[in-house]
Nanobody, 122 residues
């Protein structure tokens, strides 16, 4: 059974930091690119950060560049999002996503976590 379980969300003051974790199971984690998305109330889900399967390449939304860092530990089947200098506009539910193309099934495989709430407020 495929599972992505996020943790580490919470309430933090502006300028503070949080580290999100996403523990994966039920699939070959090291073959999947991993992404963090977020969705604020009344807004569409947006892509925050991407890391390739080997961890060799990362990409960020302009709104978080220089403040957020995505990383992964393939030995622990876990992806992380270190969030520094948090702003009120970072408030959202953060979702972990795994994505890979299956040459056997000839289709894109995508898995989602249940989300973790991040609230930035004084």
């Amino acid at each position: 059974q495929v599972q992505l379980v996020e943790s580490g969300g919470g309430l933090v003051q502006p300028g503070g930091s949080l580290r999100l974790s996403c523990a994966a199971s039920g699939f070959t984690f090291s073959r999947y690119d991993m992404r963090w998305y977020r969705q604020a109330p009344g807004k569409e889900r947006e892509l925050v950060a991407t890391i390739t399967s080997t961890g060799g390449s990362t990409n960020y939304a302009d709104s978080v560049k220089g403040r957020f860092t995505i990383s992964r530990d393939n030995a622990k089947n876990t992806v992380y999002l270190q969030m520094n200098s948090l702003k009120p506009e970072d408030t959202a539910v953060y979702y972990c996503n795994a994505e890979a193309f299956s040459p056997v099934l000839k289709q894109l495989l995508r898995y989602w976590g249940q989300g973790t709430q991040v609230t930035v407020s004084s």
